[in-house]
């Protein structure tokens, strides 16, 4: 599987240099599909290389290193709007681990810019965006009701002129999802990297990206953000994370999480059953980088609904998205 041999090239960076053409093409196939061609570029770097390889590599860390740039940028912009409010800008994800310069950010490809704000400033914080040239990415009442009603952050917003979308969180999980993140503690410890800009604690950056992956997400990208989770894991301590993610009623995602990273990235860990079948899920690719497993991706699918909301609300959910013609990947 490409997966696996993704996994292992993160891992072990000279096992690269025993690979044939086939594997080669399996190897770039499943790092494009996860989005970590461009860490795979950083881990292998120095490595016995084929000709025709180093310049996809070399490629992509341009592309990482373009979108870092706009990232940042985007990050200046935002917290220059909110410094009018008085609120500071939280930043979270791909953008919080190039700002701060940690080695989760390298290679990393940076999408949206995605912040955290306090609940009662989110009204202001809508309006300082917008008066700054934010708008909505599309009109859609159902959506926008469904958002500020249930949702840990408002509808996305993209820049009129510079095209990047922004997601503004007040939490780091669904109102309705059962674990309840204290959001008033992830802002108490933010932080600061820099002039007007902040990141989450070291350890609240790891228990939001478990959150992201496994309390929240269907592991679509999975095998990045567990690479996120490994890379992370080294700025930490243990004892303080455990008992940071119960605070959070996150300590079994989390827990679960460096089982993850140290059996797939670690050189190895104990797994339960369950930690099994998510490992299925993640290394589910064949050797062109397309998924596999088909009834197991869309029961992931299922299952990140089901995390988010009450039977009843899922099913009204979901009829509502289908008949407004929403179909699972």
């Known amino acids: 599987m490409s997966a696996a041999l993704l996994v292992r090239a993160l891992r072990n960076p000279a096992s690269v240099e025993a690979l044939d053409a086939a594997g080669w093409n399996g190897l770039l196939a499943a790092a494009k599909a996860e989005r ?46 909110l410094s009018a409010i008085g609120v500071p800008l ?44 934010w708008e909505w990415v599309k009109e859609d009442a159902y959506d926008d009701a469904y958002y ?10 993209i820049h009129a002129e510079r095209d990047r979308m922004i997601d503004v969180h007040h939490t780091i999980l669904p109102l309705t999802a059962r674990p309840k993140p204290d959001a008033d503690a992830l802002l108490a410890d933010a932080v600061a990297i820099g002039d007007d800009l902040w990141t989450l604690s070291p350890e609240d950056r790891v ?17 990045r953000n567990l690479w996120d989770i490994h890379c992370l894991l080294h700025d930490i301590d243990r004892s303080t994370l455990d008992r940071r993610a119960a605070r959070h009623g996150l300590r079994a995602h989390v827990r679960q999480a460096q089982r993850l990273a140290g059996a797939l990235y ?64």
């Open 36 to 81: 970590l061609i461009a860490t795979l570029a950083w881990r292998i770097e120095g490595r016995q290389l084929p000709h025709g390889v180093k310049p996809i590599l070399q490629d992509a860390r341009m592309d990482a290193e373009r979108e870092a740039r706009q990232a940042m940028w985007e990050a200046d912009r935002a917290a220059h709007a």
């Open 90 to 133: 939280v930043v979270l994800k791909g953008t919080a681990y190039a700002a701060a310069g940690l080695v989760a950010g390298q290679g990393r490809f940076i999408g949206d810019l995605d912040i955290l704000v306090p609940r009662a400033a989110m009204e202001a914080v809508e309006r300082a965006l917008m008066a700054a040239g």
């Open 148 to 157: 500020r009603q249930w949702m840990h952050e408002l509808p996305p917003m």
């Open 207 to 223: 228990i939001h990206a478990a959150a992201h992956m496994l309390a929240d997400g269907d592991l679509q990208g999975g095998l």
């Open 266 to 329: 670690g050189g190895g860990a104990a797994l339960t059953p369950w930690d099994r079948i998510v490992r299925a899920r993640l290394l589910a690719r064949d050797g062109w980088g397309r998924e596999t497993r088909k009834l197991l991706v869309f029961a992931f699918y299922l299952r990140s609904h089901w995390l988010r909301m009450p039977p009843l609300m899922l099913a009204r959910h979901l009829w509502t998205k289908w008949r407004k013609g929403h179909r699972p990947r």
